[in-house]
């Protein structure tokens, strides 16, 4: 279980900063389109959400497997949303 509680501090960590940083990106650039910020904050906050749900409820079988899988969708959508706030500015 210690290993799953690590994951989560991570995802959480992870989202925090994306979210810090969409907040001051937002906030620095007054052009910037106000629905597209809080599209994007919904995303981040959704995959805040749909990872941690998902780390807590691992599919039997193939464990390891589930987790590459997990960690590499998680940073796919993380890197997504990072290119996302980059254009932003």
Do not use: W
């Not at 940083?21 to 597209?36: P, R």
């Not at 599919?59 to 890197?79: M, S, T």
Request: net charge positive; with cysteine.
């Amino acid at each position: 279980m210690a290993k799953r509680r690590i994951l989560k501090k991570k995802v959480n960590y992870i989202i925090g900063e994306l979210f810090a940083e969409c907040l001051v990106a937002s906030k620095l650039n007054k052009e910037a389109n106000s629905e597209k910020t809080d599209a994007l904050f919904v995303r981040i906050l959704n995959l805040q959400n749909d990872y941690i749900c998902r780390i807590s409820h691992t599919e039997p079988g193939n464990v390891k497997a589930f987790y590459k899988h997990l960690i590499a969708g998680f940073e796919a959508e993380a890197n997504s949303i990072i290119d996302e706030i980059g254009q932003l500015n």
